[in-house]
DNA sequence: GCCTATTCATAAAG
DNA sequence: CTTTATGAATAGGC
């Protein structure tokens, strides 16, 4: 982005690598918060990092909510706005019940 | 942010709003895939719009694991990066087990 | 949806 | 941590 152009690899550099995380990751989430704050949208975000550190955002209520809301919105939306997942039929419910019996 | 400054408040516009909910939720995401791919973490994004429309990422395998993988960590985890949120006391099994007695 | 002027984010350095 | 040069995101128009 500046002083120079970043190629879209991981990052080999431990240092380097951990100074983007915190970097890209603070970034992410402020744009997560305008995104929003502007459109009145209700968003969560979870990260992991590379040694397994959880990072978590949610702009509305807590996450708790938010997951209990995209369990029931997954079961009845059909798509989704991003065509990264290739679509998967499994059961959002599943996810919650399968110990349960 | 371009041809003028944007002002931190919600957009009242219904055309505006939606027209900029488009844009910045594509650049949302965007960033979101170049922080995992970089800094080799796994990310998910859960985006409910004003209408309660659904939209999600998840940069590594399925939202599905993602949350499983959450509801691990987040009963382990004692502070999260961001401090947007007050600390919730509450701890996350109880979101999956407390009406399974 | 695409284009362009402008603001924003951030990689590298101090 | 703070600064700064530079690429990226995006608001407003078509």
Redesign the interface.
């Known amino acids: 982005m500046a002083r120079g152009k970043?190629q879209?690899?991981?990052?080999e550099n431990p240092v380097h690598?951990q100074v983007?995380?915190c970097k890209?990751?603070a970034?992410?989430?402020k744009?997560?918060?305008?995104?929003s704050?502007?459109?009145?949208?209700?968003?969560?975000?979870?990260?992991?990092?590379?040694h397994?550190?959880?990072?978590?955002?949610?702009?509305n209520g807590?996450?708790?909510d938010?997951?209990?809301?995209?369990r029931q919105?997954?079961g009845e939306?059909q798509n989704?706005?991003?065509s990264?997942?290739p679509k998967?039929s499994?059961s959002?419910f599943?996810?919650?019940c399968s110990s349960?019996s």
């Open positions: 970043v879209m690899r991981r990052i690598r983007t995380f890209r990751r970034g992410l989430l744009k997560a918060k305008e995104l704050v502007l459109c009145d949208a209700d968003i969560g975000i979870i990260i992991f990092s590379t397994g550190k959880l990072y978590e955002l949610a702009t807590t996450m708790r938010l997951i209990e809301r995209y919105s997954c939306t989704v706005g991003d990264t997942q998967v499994t959002c599943d996810l919650f349960h």
